[in-house]
């Protein structure tokens, strides 16, 4: 398989504050690639200069999608080209009905193609297509996500990025929402998903990358990362016989290796 993201020495910054020091990673055709790493990591960062959603970023390093340079694009020709973004928080149009906000995502597509995915996308959330009509605002937060999900998949994307979409949801519709990710992935959607739920993003990735203070410090298939001591006291368990609260104290003073 060929690479159908690919950056490289990528620096971002918010103002004088360098956010992002030196990314370069790559997403196979096909995949889902997580992003794994804390809050403030960057994940997200990543996410937003590939949109082109941040004024005048990256500062150095190129951005390519299917081979073209997109770093200096604006968001709207980004999107134009194959990205889909579901964003942290899920930024439905609450005032809108489900059938509006899918609609908002397929409005460059045309009818014939539009209903063709609205019925892939029911196939796959039935309850989007039961509540049609109801107001966004008034979904349950698992169905909200779904909704974004579906209004990004609308816009039919060769590459679906996806910012923490298990945040808030119980134990339960984390587990479904994963599926969904899977199922989105067997459909022929690459996907990059930002996650902080390490175990269950390594569960449905093919490869993954660990990013802290805006840098890549390790990366691998699932099974290597899972053998990472660091990733595995970071993120998959404890150190030894710590308590959870002596386990936050040691990865606060933690360095990575």
Same mark, same amino acid.
């Given at each position: 398989?060929?690479a159908?993201?690919?950056?490289?020495?990528?620096?971002?910054?918010?103002?004088?504050v360098?956010?992002?020091?030196?990314?370069?990673?790559?997403?196979?055709?096909?995949?889902?690639?997580?992003?794994?790493?804390?809050?403030?990591?960057?994940?997200?960062?990543?996410?937003n200069?590939?949109?082109?959603?941040?004024?005048d970023?990256?500062?150095k390093?190129?951005?390519?999608?299917?081979?073209?340079?997109?770093?200096?694009l604006?968001?709207?020709q980004?999107?134009?080209?194959?990205?889909?973004?579901?964003? #942290?928080?899920?930024?439905?149009?609450?005032?809108?009905?489900?059938?509006?906000n899918?609609?908002?995502?397929?409005?460059?597509?045309?009818?014939?193609e539009?209903?063709?995915?609205?019925? +892939?996308?029911?196939?796959?959330?039935?309850?989007?297509?039961?509540?049609?009509?109801?107001?966004?605002?008034?979904?349950?937060?698992?169905?909200?996500?779904?909704?974004a999900?579906?209004?990004a998949?609308?816009?039919?994307?060769?590459?679906?990025?996806?910012?923490?979409?298990s945040?808030?949801?119980?134990p339960?519709?984390?587990?479904?929402?994963?599926?969904?990710?899977?199922?989105?992935?067997?459909?022929?959607?690459?996907?990059?998903?930002v996650?902080?739920?390490?175990r269950?993003?390594?569960?449905?990735?093919?490869?993954?990358?660990?990013?802290?203070?805006?840098?890549v410090?390790?990366?691998?298939?699932?099974? #290597?990362?899972?053998?990472?001591?660091?990733?595995?006291?970071?993120?998959?368990?404890?150190?030894?016989?710590?308590?959870?609260? #002596?386990?936050?104290? +040691?990865?606060?003073?933690?360095? +990575?290796?």
């Amino acid at each position: 398989m060929s690479a159908i993201l690919s950056l490289r020495h990528v620096e971002t910054y918010y103002g004088r504050v360098q956010a992002l020091r030196g990314i370069s990673l790559d997403v196979e055709q096909g995949s889902i690639t997580a992003i794994l790493g804390g809050n403030g990591a960057g994940k997200t960062t990543i996410l937003n200069t590939i949109a082109g959603l941040l004024d005048d970023q990256p500062e150095k390093g190129t951005v390519h999608l299917g081979g073209e340079r997109i770093e200096s694009l604006e968001t709207e020709q980004i999107i134009a080209r194959g990205i889909g973004y579901v964003p #942290e928080g899920r930024q439905i149009f609450a005032e809108l009905t489900v059938k509006e906000n899918l609609d908002v995502g397929g409005f460059r597509r045309s009818a014939s193609e539009s209903r063709e995915d609205l019925q +892939w996308i029911h196939s796959i959330f039935p309850v989007l297509e039961e509540r049609r009509k109801q107001l966004a605002g008034t979904l349950s937060g698992g169905e909200q996500q779904m909704l974004a999900i579906g209004r990004a998949l609308m816009t039919r994307p060769r590459l679906l990025m996806m910012d923490e979409p298990s945040l808030g949801l119980s134990p339960l519709l984390v587990d479904r929402m994963f599926d969904v990710v899977s199922e989105v992935g067997r459909r022929g959607v690459t996907v990059l998903l930002v996650e902080q739920n390490a175990r269950k993003a390594l569960e449905i990735a093919g490869f993954a990358y660990v990013v802290e203070d805006g840098r890549v410090v390790a990366s691998g298939s699932p099974e #290597e990362l899972q053998q990472n001591e660091d990733v595995r006291e970071f993120y998959l368990g404890l150190k030894g016989d710590q308590s959870i609260a #002596e386990a936050q104290r +040691w990865k606060r003073k933690k360095r +990575w290796r």
